[in-house]
């Protein structure tokens, strides 16, 4: 079964395809791969396996919860009721369909889901703990080398990184304060041993990133002052638990630019209310055509997007549970949860066990805080120029990849060949994921994400031609390997 108990520290020297990355672009563009080519041998590499599939569903704790209900949240296309029919096998009764449930959850039935389709498919696949750090181009391989410094060699390739999370906002201003102050990471469950439950902690984001961060600390017991500081100050907007069918447009006239297509969402969203409606229906009316709205914008409009109208998109599309922003709500009334527009402006040492944290606020004023962790919430990096991944940088200097004419991430054609910096298409090297966003926006979510492994795994598989073994032949398992592995 692919789950971190699998994984194993010796990779093979050879296979058909590598998957970096072993989160849900990964796992599903690898469980497509085995439906499709079963007589190719795969190799999931992991810098970091958790207990579940990737940091969205591994980094979390059990009662992290999905931002989107459980009816939508299926694996495969065809079955997108898929996860609500094993919430109901699992737990007979405990959910309904309009529920969010725990990403945990959310993480065990992806497991099950690909190693179903492993055994059924006979398919070799492997899971190794290690980072691939470098790709060269081999004659019609890929040569990989790994942190452990070892190499494999690989007929194609799928890098499946996630999202990189953004570098510390305070790294300008930070005066060489004690590390176990600062949490780079907020998904590092060690980072809060020792805080008192009053002490006070203080969150630069305030997005889904810091609501979950918060529902940890109050679900273990920490009772303090937590403050949120963004320079928007403001939190996602709730879910409602229906509004209705999507909104219908005419992509045509949302093409037409950045602002002319706010103007039509807003206008579509206030004729909703006045009607007594919900106005989720007029964003999520938008996601069918995202990625091709944002193709036909200028790289002017594009830009304006993400300068000026980033952040409200980002409030109503990017939705949270009704039931943990009023929780939220409550504390803010009571005083001990504050959500802070402004900036890090200055962070130095408070005595041993503390931090002052000084915000320069919307209006200018600054304003201290005293802190016994200071939290990076402020969500993905928006620059791969800034990354500190190491393959991602290596591929960028070497010309493999290149990045899209925003800086956001990796330039790509419609099934995820990756282009080289001269403007060609790498041959069976692939992405899925988050670092399409340059090209699509829209690149995160489920729906996204299982269109994206279905395309690659049928270009992957045309291209690699993997057929039946000749007779009397034997092929070597990779170790670590499960599904259809001699």
């Known amino acids: 079964m692919p ?52 940091v969205a569903y591994g980094a979390c704790d059990d009662e992290h ?57 006979k398919a070799c696949a492997a899971f190794v703990r290690d980072a691939v750090v470098h790709i060269e181009p081999l004659g019609r391989k890929y040569e990989l080398l790994l942190a452990s410094g070892r190499t494999v060699l690989a007929r194609g390739v799928v890098l499946a990184p996630g999202l990189p999370q953004a570098r510390a906002p305070w790294r300008h201003v930070d005066e060489g304060i004690a590390r176990r102050l600062v949490v780079p990471d907020p ?90 409606h919900d106005w989720h229906a007029a964003i999520d009316g938008v996601r069918p055509h995202a990625s091709s709205v944002w193709r036909a914008w200028s790289a002017a409009d594009r830009a304006y997007f993400l300068r000026v109208l980033r ?52 209006r200018g004023t600054l304003r201290p805080l005293i802190a016994a962790r200071l939290v990076n919430c402020a969500g993905p990096s928006m620059s791969i120029g800034e990354t500190l991944d190491p393959l991602l940088g290596s591929m960028l200097r070497n010309g493999l990849v290149s990045a899209d004419a925003l800086g956001l991430g990796l330039r790509t054609e419609g099934d995820g060949a990756l282009v080289r910096a001269d403007g060609t298409i790498e041959p069976r090297l692939r992405l899925i994921g988050a670092l399409r966003r340059g090209d699509l926006w829209e690149t995160t979510a489920v729906p996204e994400l299982r269109a994206q492994a279905t395309a690659i795994a049928a270009a992957l598989a045309r291209e690699l031609g993997c057929g039946a073994p000749q007779p009397g032949a034997v092929e070597p398992a990779p170790l670590g390997a499960v599904g259809g592995c001699a």
């Open 3 to 54: 789950t971190p108990q699998n994984f194993v520290t010796e990779a093979p020297a050879e296979c058909d395809v590598a998957i970096i990355g072993g989160g849900f672009g990964g796992l599903m563009t690898l469980a497509r791969l085995a439906q499709q080519a079963p007589k190719c041998q795969y190799v999931v590499f992991e810098r970091m396996p958790r207990k579940a599939p990737g």
């Open 65 to 121: 919860l999905l931002n989107v209900p459980a009816a939508r949240m299926g694996a495969f296309s065809e079955r997108p009721s898929g996860f609500l029919e094993w919430l109901e096998q699992e737990f007979p009764g405990r959910f309904r369909a309009d529920d969010f449930a725990p990403r945990a959850l959310f993480g065990r039935y992806l497991m099950q889901s690909v190693q179903s389709v492993l055994a059924e498919s």
């Open 187 to 276: 998904w590092d469950q060690s980072a809060f041993r020792g805080v008192a439950p009053d002490a006070e902690i203080v969150l630069v984001g305030s997005g889904l990133t810091a609501i979950d961060v918060i529902m940890g600390l109050r679900r273990t017991g920490h009772t303090g002052r937590i403050s949120l500081v963004s320079r928007g100050g403001r939190l996602p907007l709730p879910h409602v638990a229906s509004h209705g069918s999507p909104v219908v447009y005419d992509p045509r006239e949302l093409s037409q630019g950045a602002v002319q297509a706010f103007r039509i969402v807003r206008r579509a969203a206030k004729t909703l209310l006045r009607g007594g």
């Open 311 to 362: 952040p409200f998109w980002e409030i109503h599309r990017h939705r949270a549970p009704s039931n943990l922003l009023d929780a939220i709500e409550r504390e803010r009334q009571a005083g001990s949860i504050e959500v802070i527009s402004g900036v890090v402006h200055a962070l130095r040492a408070h005595g041993q066990d503390e931090a002052e944290v000084i915000v320069r606020t919307a």
